[in-house]
Protein backbone atom coordinates (compact mmCIF):
# COMPACT_ATOMS: atom_id res chain seq x y z
CA UNK A 1 0.00 0.00 0.00
CA UNK A 2 1.28 3.47 -0.60
CA UNK A 3 2.37 6.13 2.17
CA UNK A 4 -0.49 8.36 2.84
CA UNK A 5 -0.51 11.81 4.15
CA UNK A 6 0.51 12.23 7.97
CA UNK A 7 0.82 8.07 8.76
CA UNK A 8 4.38 8.00 7.29
CA UNK A 9 4.92 5.97 10.07
CA UNK A 10 3.94 5.58 13.62
CA UNK A 11 5.26 9.07 15.13
CA UNK A 12 3.46 10.90 12.50
CA UNK A 13 0.06 8.79 12.57
CA UNK A 14 0.14 9.44 16.57
CA UNK A 15 0.46 13.05 15.36
CA UNK A 16 -2.17 12.66 13.12
CA UNK A 17 -5.00 11.34 15.21
CA UNK A 18 -4.06 13.33 18.06
CA UNK A 19 -4.29 16.39 15.77
CA UNK A 20 -7.66 15.16 13.84
CA UNK A 21 -9.80 12.21 14.54
CA UNK A 22 -9.47 12.16 18.23
CA UNK A 23 -9.22 16.23 18.92
CA UNK A 24 -12.67 16.22 17.13
CA UNK A 25 -14.03 13.54 19.19
CA UNK A 26 -12.64 14.77 22.30
CA UNK A 27 -13.93 18.52 21.28
CA UNK A 28 -17.62 17.34 20.60
CA UNK A 29 -17.51 15.59 23.95
CA UNK A 30 -16.33 17.74 25.85
CA UNK A 31 -19.43 20.19 25.00
CA UNK A 32 -21.61 17.82 25.87
CA UNK A 33 -23.05 16.44 29.25
CA UNK A 34 -21.28 13.07 30.70
CA UNK A 35 -24.58 11.12 29.91
CA UNK A 36 -24.67 11.64 25.86
CA UNK A 37 -21.41 10.96 25.57
CA UNK A 38 -22.06 7.09 24.35
CA UNK A 39 -24.89 8.30 21.83
CA UNK A 40 -22.01 10.73 20.38
CA UNK A 41 -19.11 7.74 20.22
CA UNK A 42 -21.84 5.63 18.76
CA UNK A 43 -22.16 7.84 16.05
CA UNK A 44 -18.57 8.50 15.53
CA UNK A 45 -18.54 4.91 15.09
CA UNK A 46 -21.22 5.07 12.37
CA UNK A 47 -19.28 7.52 10.99
CA UNK A 48 -16.46 5.53 10.44
CA UNK A 49 -18.57 2.60 9.05
CA UNK A 50 -19.78 5.05 6.12
CA UNK A 51 -16.20 6.38 5.67
CA UNK A 52 -15.33 3.04 4.84
CA UNK A 53 -17.37 2.28 2.28
CA UNK A 54 -15.81 5.23 0.72
CA UNK A 55 -12.08 4.13 0.76
CA UNK A 56 -12.09 2.19 -2.95
CA UNK A 57 -14.56 5.42 -4.20
CA UNK A 58 -13.10 7.72 -6.47
CA UNK A 59 -13.59 11.25 -6.24
CA UNK A 60 -16.60 12.10 -8.36
CA UNK A 61 -18.81 8.78 -7.09
CA UNK A 62 -17.82 10.25 -3.45
CA UNK A 63 -18.98 13.58 -4.51
CA UNK A 64 -22.25 12.23 -5.89
CA UNK A 65 -22.57 10.12 -2.63
CA UNK A 66 -22.77 13.43 -0.70
CA UNK A 67 -25.01 15.32 -2.82
CA UNK A 68 -27.41 12.38 -2.74
CA UNK A 69 -27.46 12.60 0.82
CA UNK A 70 -27.37 16.51 1.34
CA UNK A 71 -24.14 16.93 3.01
CA UNK A 72 -23.35 19.90 3.85
CA UNK A 73 -19.43 20.81 3.94
CA UNK A 74 -18.80 20.66 7.64
CA UNK A 75 -20.15 16.52 6.87
CA UNK A 76 -18.12 16.20 4.16
CA UNK A 77 -15.09 17.43 5.42
CA UNK A 78 -15.30 15.30 8.44
CA UNK A 79 -16.23 11.97 5.95
CA UNK A 80 -13.33 12.79 3.70
CA UNK A 81 -10.93 12.97 7.05
CA UNK A 82 -12.52 10.22 8.53
CA UNK A 83 -11.78 8.00 5.14
CA UNK A 84 -8.14 9.52 5.04
CA UNK A 85 -7.33 8.31 8.23
CA UNK A 86 -8.23 4.92 7.57
CA UNK A 87 -6.40 4.61 4.49
CA UNK A 88 -3.39 5.63 6.75
CA UNK A 89 -4.28 3.18 9.59
CA UNK A 90 -4.16 0.73 7.12
CA UNK A 91 -1.24 1.38 5.25
CA UNK A 92 0.58 1.24 8.72
CA UNK A 93 -1.02 -1.77 9.74
CA UNK A 94 -2.91 0.07 12.89
CA UNK A 95 -6.05 -1.53 11.77
CA UNK A 96 -6.15 -4.81 9.74
CA UNK A 97 -8.11 -6.16 7.53
CA UNK A 98 -11.71 -7.79 8.83
CA UNK A 99 -11.50 -5.05 11.69
CA UNK A 100 -14.13 -2.69 12.51
CA UNK A 101 -13.31 0.48 10.73
CA UNK A 102 -14.44 2.43 14.37
CA UNK A 103 -11.30 -0.02 15.98
CA UNK A 104 -9.37 3.20 14.32
CA UNK A 105 -10.65 5.40 17.47
CA UNK A 106 -9.48 3.22 20.88
CA UNK A 107 -6.68 2.24 18.99
CA UNK A 108 -5.59 5.88 18.25
CA UNK A 109 -6.18 6.39 21.69
CA UNK A 110 -3.71 3.81 22.63
CA UNK A 111 -0.79 5.11 20.59
CA UNK A 112 -1.60 8.66 21.01
CA UNK A 113 -1.55 8.08 25.19
CA UNK A 114 2.18 6.88 24.69
CA UNK A 115 3.19 10.10 23.87
CA UNK A 116 2.33 12.08 26.57
CA UNK A 117 3.06 15.49 25.19
CA UNK A 118 0.45 14.89 22.40
CA UNK A 119 -2.02 15.63 25.35
CA UNK A 120 -0.77 18.94 26.23
CA UNK A 121 0.13 19.95 22.82
CA UNK A 122 -3.48 19.52 21.38
CA UNK A 123 -5.49 20.36 24.91
CA UNK A 124 -6.70 16.22 25.22
CA UNK A 125 -7.47 15.42 29.03
CA UNK A 126 -6.69 11.50 29.33
CA UNK A 127 -10.06 10.95 31.57
CA UNK A 128 -11.50 11.87 28.01
CA UNK A 129 -9.62 9.61 26.08
CA UNK A 130 -9.71 6.84 28.34
CA UNK A 131 -13.87 7.21 28.33
CA UNK A 132 -13.45 6.69 24.62
CA UNK A 133 -11.26 3.85 24.31
CA UNK A 134 -13.13 1.66 26.61
CA UNK A 135 -16.43 2.41 25.37
CA UNK A 136 -15.24 0.90 22.28
CA UNK A 137 -13.75 -1.79 23.71
CA UNK A 138 -16.91 -3.14 25.28
CA UNK A 139 -18.07 -2.03 21.42
CA UNK A 140 -16.61 -5.46 20.20
Known sequence: MTKVWGFEDIESAREYLAKYLLNYIHMELETLPKEEWEKTLTTWAKICMFASTLLNKKDQEREELYKKHNFDQVMIGIAEDVRHTLLGAYSLGILKDGEKPYQVIPKGVDLVLQKEELLTSYSLRKE????????????R
Do not use: A, E
Open 128 to 139: VLDYIRDFFRRK
